[in-house]
């Protein structure tokens, strides 16, 4: 058993311990150390954008009503880590995932935040607007991301470089070339309240395969390779005014391309088979089912509908065309133990509803339906928070990450992250 899951088991099992009364009523609630926060996956099927700290008191459950004092999931409406809600219930509160798929909801927020479990760090300040800089070496190269949000808008950039240029020269012979690694990002978030909803979009340019070009004078010859990924996306969301129901419909297109051109006596064009366009417009649905100050219950899903359209290679295919409808229903669940603990759980259900694809080449074609229920995914993990502090950790199973593609199996994952307010 690793590490990782050997600290994530020992946290969970000490918030049951430390719940039952060790931290009492008489701390201060973290609510009185900072202002409410504003607000979300990927993903295949987009995990919320963000969500406002929403206010839980129902008429019909007060919290004289409810066993165990006044604890209440307004004590718990911070930002929270990425360790909360990894099952993407539309419902649930705000993440730092979340406020950065939407910068301006960075707005007003000043704390710091460490999550050593994905080698991630965030700082954002107020002086004015708010500025936020976050540390990112989750991937193979590390990303920086940029941002500043103000009261009507908000935008980041985020800039990860893994550039190589190389020139020599030999006997009166020159030579060049680059390399440019995988992961190498550059990508652009601008979000803005539109009254009661939330407008976000994203431009994003990504390095998917190490890409070596070069160039030499004699004799003459070039390789130049693209192996990228240019992605558009454009969301709108009811977080700002939502109370019991929440949604978020927005629609990504991609363009990967995976080709390469040798230059020589010939010119030879190579493309990858993998090489499309894809197009998924897609509509994420939360509301709540159970509810009183103390817990809540959210049951949601998040839904896509993909179109691929790959290139035609010349002696290879003619062209490739697939689409297909998926589904994610979930489940979150979230209680305060006490002011100072709470929990919570989800579990989401991978659903392919249905994938058509149909590929010819000369007189030869074929079609593939599929429709395949994939595993359901659960989460569970605990949040303790005192004063201007706060500590959050979870269990979960990974995510399939590409829909079109059948599960390949999942891995235990400990998530850990650690907050500062201010």
């Known amino acids: ?33 900072s202002s409410s926060f504003d607000a979300p996956a990927p993903d295949p099927v987009p995990a919320p954008i963000y969500q406002p700290a929403q206010e839980e008191s129902s008429p019909a459950s007060s919290s004289s009503e409810v066993a165990g004092g006044d604890e209440s999931l307004n004590d718990f409406n911070k930002l929270h880590g990425n360790a909360y809600n990894t099952v993407g219930n539309e419902g649930a509160f705000a993440t730092v995932g979340t406020n950065m798929r939407a910068p301006h909801t960075m707005k007003g927020q000043n704390l710091v935040y460490f999550e050593p479990s994905l080698d991630y760090g965030l700082v954002s300040f107020t002086k004015g607007s708010t500025f936020f800089l976050a540390l990112d070496n989750s991937g193979k190269v590390g990303l920086m991301t940029l941002g500043m949000a103000m009261s009507g808008m908000g935008f980041s950039l985020d800039l990860g470089l893994g550039k190589t240029f190389i020139s020599s020269e030999t006997a ?8 440019i690694a995988f992961g190498d990002d550059i990508g652009f978030r601008f979000s803005m309240p539109l009254g009661g909803l939330s407008f976000a979009a994203h431009l994003e340019w990504l390095t998917i ?9 004699t004799p003459a010859a070039e390789t130049n390779a693209n192996y990228w990924d240019l992605l558009l996306e454009a969301e709108i969301s009811n ?10 419909g927005g ?27 894809e197009i998924a417009p897609y509509i994420n649905v939360a509301m709540k089912v159970l509810g009183n100050d103390r817990a809540r219950v959210l049951v949601g899903s998040n839904n ?29 669940a979230e209680i305060a ?42 989460q569970i993990g605990s949040r303790f928070q005192w004063k201007s502090i706060a500590l959050e950790a979870s269990l979960a199973d990974a995510f399939l990450e590409n829909p079109f593609g059948s599960f390949n199996g999942g891995t235990l994952a400990f998530n850990l992250g650690a907050f500062i307010y201010f």
Not at 239 to 248: G, H, I, L, Q, V
Not at 304 to 332: C, H, R, S, W, Y
Request: aromatic content about 10%; cysteine-free.
């Open 1 to 33: 058993m690793n590490l990782k899951l050997l600290v994530g088991i020992g946290m969970l099992a000490a918030t049951s311990i430390w719940a039952q009364g060790t931290f009492d009523g008489d701390m201060s609630s973290p609510s009185e150390e």
């Open 172 to 179: 009166g012979v020159e030579s060049s070339g680059s390399t």
């Open 209 to 217: 395969v190490d890409q070596v070009s070069a160039e030499t004078e």
């Open 239 to 248: 977080a700002p005014s939502a109370k019991d129901f929440f949604w978020t």
């Open 251 to 277: 629609a990504n297109i991609l363009r990967r391309n995976l080709t390469e051109e040798n230059i020589g006596a010939t010119t030879v064009n190579t493309t990858d088979p993998n090489s499309h366009i």
């Open 304 to 332: 896509t509908l993909g179109f691929q359209m790959f290139d035609k290679i010349d002696n290879v295919t003619d062209g490739a065309v697939e689409f297909g409808l998926f589904l994610a229903p979930n489940i979150f």
């Open 337 to 378: 133990l006490t002011k100072n603990w709470m929990f919570f759980g989800g579990a989401s259900h991978n659903l392919n509803l249905f994938t058509y694809s149909s590929e010819s080449i000369g007189n030869t074609s074929s079609s593939v339906l599929q429709m395949l229920t994939e595993q359901t995914i659960v």
